[in-house]
């Protein structure tokens, strides 16, 4: 009766163990294989880092060009690049201080041909506020590249949670704010009221922009800049409504935004710059989800611009550099209505 038992049980285990490493591996939730069909053709952001790293580690397909960022960035098509190969490792909340660890990553333990070097800079970024929220870049790489770890998450009941909760989205039919096995991010959905801009406003007056300026920002991205100096940089900024444009400035804070573009020039010598009052901006209820996060289309211009197209509207971006940042922040100041 016993080894009945014993075998019962372990006929049991091999069954389940069968069924959860099946089900993994055909879901593919952690990202660290490349199939793709209608079950798991879009599936949520659980963990952008570790589901983003997998994937560049472990895929056969080529990039030449690395895209970080913050959430903002997450909703740019990697497609919308003219002739690069672009992978878009930007997920929510990621600051500077995070770069660093992911470009070492791609571009010295993957098989990947970086030559490009794409940030969308965000003036939260220069503070202080919320930078060590996301502290584990170390881990997430050593993960990634760890002994067996792309079978054992076959085996994982955390893979497992998320595969049953993909094919509920996709019973659902659930398919905004997820990610489709080229990883882009799909965003359908009409967000934008009034009254959630409010909120988002409120939000920043009470974090970001109540907070102390990071005094090592400028290090950080030197020593990017210093350590891949082989690679060509393209650096952006990420555009915001203009209510949150004017309360940065109710709060005192435009010498802040000032220094920071100074900063990004002194580092970077050339930056697109997008954060100002324009045409997008002021016309915030057709080209943002909310206060800050640039629909997808929005993000298609900024693109096209970045490289070197003529795209409308005409007084959506400018370049800084070191020859004439001074001559373009007294601009600024007029565009932004800041009195001399």
């Known amino acids: 009766m016993y080894k009945e038992w014993v075998k019962f049980y372990g006929i049991l285990l091999i069954v389940s163990l069968l069924f959860i490493g099946s089900l993994n591996f055909f ?3 952690f990202w660290t294989f490349s199939h793709s069909h209608k079950y798991n053709n879009l599936q949520k952001g659980t963990n952008e880092r570790q589901q983003k790293a997998n994937h560049i580690y472990f895929s056969d397909k080529k990039y030449d060009s690395l895209l970080l960022g913050s959430s903002r960035t997450t909703y740019m ?3 919308s690049f003219v002739n690069l190969e672009v992978f878009n490792f930007s997920a929510s909340g990621m600051r500077p201080k995070e770069y660093y660890t992911y470009i070492d990553f791609v571009v010295n333990k993957t098989r990947q041909p970086i ?3 794409i940030i969308g800079m965000d003036f939260f970024g220069y503070y ?3 930078l060590f929220m996301f502290d584990n870049a170390p881990l997430i790489v050593e993960t990634t590249q760890s002994i067996g770890y792309r079978w054992k998450t076959l085996f994982s009941f955390d893979a497992l949670n998320n595969s049953f909760k993909n094919l509920r989205d996709y019973q659902k039919n659930r398919t905004d704010d997820r990610y489709n096995r080229d990883i882009v991010k799909v965003r359908n959905y009409i967000y934008h ?4 801009v409010k909120k988002d406003v409120k939000n920043y007056s009470k974090t970001s922009y109540s907070s102390r300026v990071n005094k090592d920002y ?3 991205l030197s020593n990017i800049r210093d350590t891949f100096r082989n690679k060509n940089f393209i650096i952006y900024t990420t555009p ?3 209510p949150l444009f004017l309360e940065l400035i109710l709060l005192n804070q435009y010498h802040n935004y000032e220094n920071w573009l100074r900063e990004l020039v002194r580092v970077f010598d050339k930056v697109y710059h997008f954060m100002y009052l324009n045409t997008i901006s002021k016309n915030y209820i057709e080209y943002f989800s909310d206060s800050n996060h640039a629909y997808t289309k929005t993000n298609d211009i900024i693109a096209k611009k970045v490289s070197g197209l003529i795209v409308e509207p005409n007084d959506f971006g400018m370049i800084l550099t070191k020859e004439n940042i001074e001559e373009k922040l007294k601009e600024l100041r007029k565009l932004n209505g800041i009195n001399p």
Do not use: C, L
Request: charged share 25%; hydrophobic share 25%.
């Open 193 to 196: 009221t009034k009254e959630q």
């Open 115 to 117: 030559e490009n070097i």
């Open 240 to 242: 915001v409504s203009e």
């Open 77 to 79: 098509n990697r497609n």
């Open 27 to 29: 879901m593919d939730p």
């Open 218 to 220: 400028q290090n950080i």
């Open 128 to 130: 202080m506020y919320g």
